[in-house]
């Protein structure tokens, strides 16, 4: 009986212990999941700070790029493709459950991408406002120069009949140094009697406003009795849609520069003595004037 007395003690002993280490293994795991709920609340609360403070970045940021204006069509469109994508983005962020730490860093490296994009859109956007300010003041000082050049106009109008007279005539071919005298056969000047030409000579000076090509010079003799000499019956040419006589003409190339030249008018033997007038004509202008006499 003693013996078994012990033995049921022994075995009532063993059971405490097993008890009491059950026991202190539930207490350890409870403690410990415990401490792991909390570790976990306070890792989810992080990530959903986290998940916060990027969505209020992705708010901020998509309206940094709405504030962003620019009248660059191109530019435009990119602005308008990042906006989607800031889009794309706050709508996967409330899809995600605030459970990982790698989603919330791929989201971090994504908006600062697009902050990354935006810095370079603001440069863009500044140069492109720098240049339109510059192209601003530049189109103010052509406006300038542009009212200058109208008042300047105006002011031409009350001398001219219209603006385009005002253009022809500073387009019209100018001569200088005109003169037309008597040579002989061999071209030296001679007197009347002796006339076998009668030479006039003169320069077209530089125009760099008239148009380049072909044109046809008329000369126009007028004697000392009004009489214009002909250079044949058929000889006219229109001047302000006037028929006129012509004495002599000739062909030239113009490209802009001064041009010495001399046109020769046969003498037929009209001439008389007494004081003439000289005339040159071109694209429907006076071009020259002159006046001489033959002794």
Known sequence: MEENKVIRDKKDKTLIVIIVCLAVILIALFVFFMIERNENKAHIAAIHQEKEMLQQELTELSHNYDDLKTNNDTLNAKLLGEQEKIANLLDQMKE????????INRYKREIGTLKDVLRSYVV???SLNQLNQRLAQENSE?????????????KLETQQKDMKEVIARASALRTENFVVYPVNKKDKETNWKKCFNLKAEFVITKNITTERGQRTIYLRLKRPDDKVIAFSDKSFFKYENVSLT??????????????EMAIYWPNDGSLIKGK????????NEIIGTTEFFLK
């Open 124 to 126: 863009q956007i500044d």
């Open 96 to 103: 995600f459950r605030d459970n990982s730490y790698a989603e």
């Open 142 to 154: 052509v406006r300038k120069q542009m009212s200058w050049v109208r008042e300047r106009n105006k």
């Open 276 to 283: 003439y007038i000289a005339e040159l004509f071109c694209d």
């Open 246 to 259: 012509y004495s002599a003409k000739r062909e030239i190339t113009y490209e802009g520069e001064r041009l």
